[in-house]
């Protein structure tokens, strides 16, 4: 019922910067936390930053004052600014959702990830 799309991945040299974005569509009733993950080959999922629907944000150690997450809640999209990035900053990166659809039922969605690769 409600889908997310994420875009912007790609290929970055080391102290480089990429700006990811995730779209939800669907039968949106209301978006509270949103949230980005990321997994890297042989490793479990993890996760890198959310935010709810009030614009609090929480980021792993591993990527503070690195990255940056926010959402335009007009549009329903989250992004995640990443900045000084570091080769073990690449994963794939996942977006996920949770909040309430026009049935009033809950949603917990995901999107397909978009590939990140730091490399020289």
């Known amino acids: 019922q409600v889908q997310l799309v994420e875009s912007g991945g790609g290929l970055v040299q080391p102290g480089g910067s990429l700006r990811l974005s995730c779209a939800a569509s669907?039968?949106?009733?209301?978006?509270?936390?949103m949230g980005w993950y990321r997994q890297a080959p042989g490793k479990p999922r993890e996760p890198v930053a959310s935010i709810t629907g009030t614009g609090t944000t929480n980021y792993a150690d591993s990527v503070k004052g690195r990255f940056t997450v926010s959402r335009d809640n007009a549009k329903n999209t989250m992004y995640l600014q990443m900045n000084s990035l570091k080769p073990e900053d690449t994963a794939v990166y996942y977006c996920n959702a949770l909040g309430v659809v026009l049935t009033r039922g809950g949603f917990n969605s995901w999107g397909r990830g978009t590939q990140v690769t730091v490399s020289s």
């Open positions: 669907g039968s949106i009733f209301r978006i509270d936390a």
